[in-house]
């Protein structure tokens, strides 16, 4: 992977201030990187040498299936920790979806601050239980909802992620939003329009969104 080497090279050695994995951690310092829209930050089957968390911008996380179709696995916005595996290689490949920032950390560093202290330990802890959630959320979503109950939920835990203000600009498009719920396109944008239609979804220009989530919330527990 040859991101970091890439990062001391250009001169971004990180600066002790601000670059800890962890509020209180201050021996686990990262390195800063940025990846272009579409670069990959690794491959499927990689050696798993590095941990990273998202600073700005966005990371997608994918498999091709044996067919060719891409299953999106998962998305990582600002202040999620990903490339964290239980392996030795990337089970999945990493891809920014626009211009993002990294704090790049040696997982074996990572493992063994953890190994001295409690608090790292809980903090990982934390995050590996939370990405459980995510995916067992996902799980449900792909095998017992309808194609409007999967993107009204889903827009509902990236604006949670976000900061839950009910006004985001969306870091994915419609493709990837489409290859992690098990939809197409054009599903998902006809799931769109009958949101915006139904009064539960305002777009902006761009990909801004604003969402009216007791509606969200309604379509998904009725």
């Keep these: 992977m040859p991101a970091p080497a890439s990062a001391h090279a250009a001169g971004l050695h990180a600066p002790a201030h601000g670059c800890a994995l962890f509020a209180g951690c201050p021996d686990i310092i990262g390195t800063p990187f940025s990846y ?3 670069e990959e930050v690794y491959g499927e089957g990689e050696e798993a ?3 990273y968390r998202v600073i700005e911008g966005a990371v997608r996380t994918h498999k091709v299936l044996s067919d060719g179709r891409r299953q999106i696995t998962g998305f990582h ?3 999620d920790l990903f ?3 239980q392996g030795l290689a990337h089970r999945h490949t990493a891809e920014a979806l626009a211009e993002t920032k990294v704090l790049i950390f040696r997982r074996r560093q990572v493992e063994r601050a953890a190994a001295r202290s409690a608090e790292v330990a809980c ?3 934390d995050l590996a239980t939370n990405d459980l959630r995510l995916a067992q959320d996902l799980t449900l979503l792909l095998g017992r909802r309808s194609a409007l109950e999967r993107v009204a ?3 509902m835990e990236v604006d949670e992620r976000l900061g ?3 006004t985001f600009a969306l870091p994915m498009t419609r493709r990837d939003i489409a290859d992690h719920l098990g939809l197409t396109i054009e599903t998902v944008s006809r ?3 009958q949101l915006e239609e139904d009064g539960a979804l305002v777009r902006g220009g761009g990909r801004q969104v604003g969402l009216r989530r007791g509606r969200l919330r309604r379509m998904v527990e009725d």
């Design 36 to 38: 272009a829209r579409e």
């Design 153 to 155: 939920a889903f827009l």
């Design 123 to 125: 903090r990982l802890w």
């Design 49 to 51: 040498e590095f941990v």
């Design 77 to 79: 916005l600002p202040g």
């Design 191 to 193: 799931t769109l329009s």
């Design 164 to 166: 839950g203000t009910g």
């Design 83 to 85: 490339g964290f595996e």
